[in-house]
């Protein structure tokens, strides 16, 4: 069966995207690609930013629809009581590996994601931002519970770097290969490896930093 226009044009934006950013790629691009014309596009999506929200929409509230439901699950079975920092972890990152492993376009998306990450425009962060709004907050209360040693400020940091880890890892391992010859075709593996490098870093030491705030300048007394 031929795959519908507007499939085509999502499709298309979304390869283009990966290969040459956000703001790289034109309509004209998108268009050629998708073998339609721009009266399709702005019937379809209307508007450049419009069909970019559509790109990520028709996977993102899928990916965060599967988080909330295995956090919902976790929770449901601990019955009030703390997770365990791996099952949250697992929970949250395990469903963006597992689709970007289960199809071309499930890595291409999760490439495009990645991308967005490094590269945000303040459109993207915006709209992002509300997208991920519910599911942050949900994860965030998971892991201040199972984690009440770690600082809020310091957690957040670590999220910070754990999202990082993932897109890097769902890129592609071009750069990995400068390095040596290594074997990327065991998406378990890759699951695997991941995991335990973010849990890892959860659960590290607690960085010794002082604050500016209290280093006090010392004062030279008059000889």
Same mark, same amino acid.
């Given at each position: 069966?031929?795959?519908?226009?507007? $499939?085509r044009?999502?499709?298309?934006?979304?390869?283009?995207?990966?290969?040459?950013?956000?703001d #790289?790629?034109?309509?004209?691009?998108?268009?050629?690609?998708?073998?339609?014309?721009?009266a399709?596009?702005?019937?379809?999506?209307? $508007?450049?930013?419009?069909?970019?929200?559509?790109?990520?929409?028709?996977?993102?509230?899928?990916?965060?629809?599967?988080?909330?439901a295995?956090l919902?699950?976790?929770?449901?079975?601990?019955?009030?009581a703390?997770?365990?920092?791996?099952?949250?972890?697992?929970?949250?990152f395990g469903?963006a590996?597992?689709?970007?492993?289960?199809s071309?376009?499930?890595?291409?998306?999760?490439?495009?994601?990645?991308?967005?990450?490094?590269?945000?425009?303040?459109?993207?962060?915006?709209?992002?931002?509300?997208?991920?709004?519910?599911?942050? #907050?949900r994860?965030n209360? #998971?892991?201040?519970? #199972?984690?009440?040693?770690v600082p809020?400020?310091?957690?957040?940091?670590?999220?910070?770097?754990?999202?990082?880890?993932l897109?890097y890892?769902? $890129?592609?391992?071009?750069?990995?290969?400068?390095?040596?010859?290594?074997?990327?075709s065991?998406?378990?593996?890759l699951y695997?490896?991941?995991? $335990?490098?973010?849990?890892?870093?959860?659960?590290?030491?607690?960085?010794?930093?002082?604050s500016?705030?209290?280093?006090?300048?010392?004062?030279k007394?008059?000889?």
């Amino acid at each position: 069966m031929e795959i519908d226009t507007r $499939s085509r044009i999502l499709d298309a934006a979304e390869n283009l995207f990966v290969e040459h950013g956000l703001d #790289a790629t034109t309509m004209r691009m998108i268009t050629a690609d998708a073998k339609a014309n721009l009266a399709a596009v702005n019937y379809h999506f209307g $508007s450049k930013e419009a069909l970019i929200e559509a790109v990520f929409r028709r996977r993102l509230t899928w990916l965060n629809e599967q988080r909330i439901a295995a956090l919902d699950a976790l929770e449901a079975e601990a019955q009030g009581a703390p997770l365990k920092p791996r099952q949250i972890v697992e929970s949250f990152f395990g469903v963006a590996i597992r689709l970007a492993a289960s199809s071309p376009s499930g890595k291409t998306f999760m490439r495009l994601l990645g991308r967005t990450y490094t590269e945000p425009t303040e459109f993207v962060r915006r709209f992002l931002a509300e997208e991920y709004a519910g599911v942050i #907050a949900r994860y965030n209360a #998971a892991f201040f519970k #199972a984690l009440p040693d770690v600082p809020k400020e310091e957690f957040l940091w670590r999220f910070h770097f754990m999202m990082g880890a993932l897109s890097y890892a769902v $890129s592609g391992t071009d750069a990995l290969r400068m390095l040596g010859p290594i074997d990327d075709s065991d998406p378990e593996a890759l699951y695997t490896r991941l995991m $335990s490098f973010l849990i890892g870093g959860l659960r590290a030491p607690l960085p010794e930093i002082q604050s500016q705030a209290v280093r006090k300048p010392r004062v030279k007394r008059a000889a």
